[in-house]
């Protein structure tokens, strides 16, 4: 079975961290490029961040310079470390993966990636 699976998402207090993990099942991600995307209820998804298949990496303005994206093929895992989160980085974290294009992150076109994960909750709050 060909899957996603996310975690490391939770309660935090803002200024804090968490790693969020992102681990494949049934297929090796080494020539996926892995994208992060967060969803809040009554708003559309998007993406956050991206590493191609080679580790190149992107980062929306809203967490350039607090996250950053890694990638471990001996783990088949893809982490997402978010510093000095906010109240607006509440939402449900997904990781999705894309073979086409791989080398490259440019736009977070959902339709584009094959895999996706259920998604972790990631709250922020006093």
């Known amino acids: 079975q060909l899957q996603l699976v996310e975690s490391g998402g939770g309660l935090v207090q803002p200024g804090g961290s968490l790693r969020l993990s992102c681990a494949a099942s049934?297929?090796?991600?080494?020539?996926?490029?892995i994208g992060w995307f967060r969803q809040t209820p009554g708003k559309e998804r998007e993406g956050v961040s991206c590493?191609?298949?080679?580790?190149?990496?992107n980062y929306a303005d809203s967490v350039k310079g607090r996250s950053t994206i890694s990638r471990d093929n001996a783990k088949n895992t893809v982490y997402l470390q978010a510093n000095s989160l906010k109240p607006e980085d509440h939402a449900v974290y997904y990781c999705?993966?894309?073979?086409?294009?791989?080398?490259?992150?440019?736009?977070?076109?959902?339709?584009?990636?094959?895999?996706w994960g259920q998604g972790t909750q990631v709250t922020v709050s006093s």
């Open positions: 590493v191609t298949s080679s580790g190149k990496t």
């Open positions: 049934g297929f090796t991600l080494d020539y996926y490029a």
């Open positions: 999705a993966a894309r073979s086409k294009m791989s080398g490259f992150c440019s736009g977070y076109v959902e339709y584009e990636y094959d895999y």
